[in-house]
């Protein structure tokens, strides 16, 4: 066994670095012992040490091994290619091996000891001769054991960022094109309508589909052109732009104006209340309010109410609402206590609301929406093609906070959400039809006389032919003579496809809903 280290021959270092018989590149000779020294305890081999990376990957991984695990204990000698060329001296092997001099590049191309490279490679490395010396990063002690955790971290917070980024953009509203006909004005009549779509977000429908898409292109094409002022409710705009489509189909066609809910985030744990308010009309004064939190699954939606000042004529303006409330989960048509409580604290804030924002002007009011209370009543003994005439507990109850008289308690002469401000409301259809007409849950005959749902797309089992009276317009004059505007010819819109004389006959065999909505307008 030697007893000394070996020791390479003596080197020129006049000797020419090109072989001049061959063309190649001649590495010199070092002391392997002195030049060369890489000590087990030493912490990993720097970057140059490692082969040039050929993909992205590969340079990532490179570079998180060059991350030191602990301390450093001592440096790593590297061997140095000693030269007079200024361009080659001090550099590493694998440093010198992807460099090039412009005098021998045609030469060292089809050298053996050089790996091959993409031309994004070679790119890379072009560049990054020509930057500046980069700040090394080495971690403190106490950190470099969790470099992974960090590593993870790095990673879990980067993708976190690009999530919030693309929520901020693809959940706010987008930008609307310019009005292409001017305001309307009114001395005679304008068309209102009040009408839940059912345009909930996706994934969430009552069967296997509700044809959004579809009933959309159907609004658009045959329900915007038949009116001035339309107030919508389950227009939900969250994970969906399906409500941006509506509002920009609907400016094109002269509704240059809108009142929307608020727009809703993931990180907010909710969506928006789904309510939408367009007109041809100017609207001078707008207002928005949310409802606390509901039940069920109606927690998620951030329910509220809408108001416009809309103005007809430059003498006669008109104060339009339109709200959304709790939904009734009722089990086997008992009605919830919980949900109708929560309802009547809405109305209360409704109410407040109406106060806050029209009690100081003189024009008239106009309620208009989806309340959630069955106005109708359903005894065993009556048939359900009876319509009713009387009003429901809970109809009654509801009328009496909105129009500020509250609702008297049964252990006391106390009335809860009482108001000192009374607003006298009228319902236009049960003035118009002398009962409550049916809006959802209603029901048709086939052709051997049998009374069948009238929808089954969007209407959910439970609820067929349930004949509810939920959708409501309420009206309240205005306080002087000048600002009188009367309110005619309410009814209520089915909107049955089979009935639109609009529609080609091959047309009406592609559409595969019998109503655009699950309730009647």
């Known amino acids: 066994m030697p007893t000394e280290p070996y020791h390479d021959e003596e080197v020129n270092t006049n000797q020419p670095l090109i072989d001049e018989t061959n063309g190649r590149r001649r590495v010199q000779s070092h002391n392997s012992f002195q030049d060369s020294i890489i000590s087990t305890q030493s912490s990993p081999p720097p970057y140059d040490l490692y082969p040039p990376a050929k993909s992205l990957l590969g340079r990532a991984y490179n570079w998180l091994r060059k991350i030191p695990r602990s301390n450093t204990h001592q440096p790593i000698y590297l061997p140095i290619i000693p030269g007079n060329d200024n361009n080659i001296s001090s550099r590493s092997l694998f440093s010198f091996r992807r460099f090039r001099t412009t005098e021998t590049q045609s030469t060292l191309s089809n050298a053996s000891s050089i790996p091959s490279h993409s031309c994004w490679s070679n790119y890379y490395h072009a560049i990054s001769d020509r930057l500046p010396d980069r700040p090394r990063l080495t971690l403190p002690s106490f950190l470099a054991p969790h470099r992974c955790l960090l590593i993870s971290l790095s990673f879990f917070f980067l993708i976190l960022f690009s999530f919030l980024l693309f929520c901020s953009i693809f959940f706010s509203p987008e930008t609307l094109p310019d009005p292409v006909f001017p305001d309307k004005i009114t001395n005679t009549t304008a068309r209102f309508l009040t009408l839940n779509i059912f345009m909930r977000p996706p994934l969430i429908k009552n069967n296997w589909s509700d044809y959004k898409d579809d009933r959309l292109a159907y609004i658009e094409k045959y329900i915007l052109p038949e009116y001035d002022i339309i107030t919508f409710q389950e227009s939900f705009a969250f994970a969906s732009r399906r409500k941006d489509h509506l509002i920009k189909a609907a400016r094109l066609m002269g509704f240059n104006h809108h009142v929307e809910s608020p727009r809703k985030y993931p990180w907010q744990l909710g969506i928006d209340g789904g309510l939408l308010m367009i007109s041809r009309f100017p609207i001078v004064q707008s207002n928005v309010i949310e409802y606390p939190r509901g039940h069920h699954s109606d927690w998620l939606s951030i329910k509220g109410v809408l108001h416009a000042l809309i103005q007809l004529n430059p003498t006669h303006k008109i104060n339009l609402y339109t709200t ?26 409704f109410h407040n609301f109406i106060h806050d924002t029209a009690k100081e002007n003189e024009y008239p009011i106009m309620i208009a929406g989806d309340l959630n209370v069955d106005a109708a009543t359903h005894p065993i003994t009556r048939p359900i093609t009876q319509p009713s005439t009387a009003s429901s507990v809970e109809y009654t109850q509801m009328v009496d906070v909105i129009s500020g008289k509250g609702v008297k308690n049964a252990y006391s002469d106390e009335r809860w959400f ?89 047309e009406r065999q592609q559409i595969g809903f019998t109503q655009i909505s699950g309730t009647s307008s």
Not at 324 to 349: E, K
Not at 469 to 485: C, L, M, N, P, Q
């Open 324 to 349: 959304h409330t709790q939904a009734s989960y009722d089990l086997n048509n008992v009605i919830n206590p919980d949900d109708t409580a929560i309802r009547l604290s809405q109305f209360s804030i």
């Open 418 to 506: 009482e108001h000192p401000w009374k607003l006298d409301i009228e319902d236009v259809l049960y003035r118009q039809y002398k009962y409550h007409p049916v809006t959802f849950g209603d029901y048709t005959t086939n052709e051997k006389g049998e009374l069948i749902p009238a929808e089954t797309v969007l209407t959910n089992w439970d609820q067929l032919m349930t004949v509810q009276s939920i959708d409501r317009v309420f009206w309240a004059d205005g306080s002087t003579e000048k600002s009188r505007v009367g309110l005619t010819n309410a009814r209520v819109e089915k909107f049955w496809v089979k009935e639109n004389e609009l529609i080609e006959e091959e």
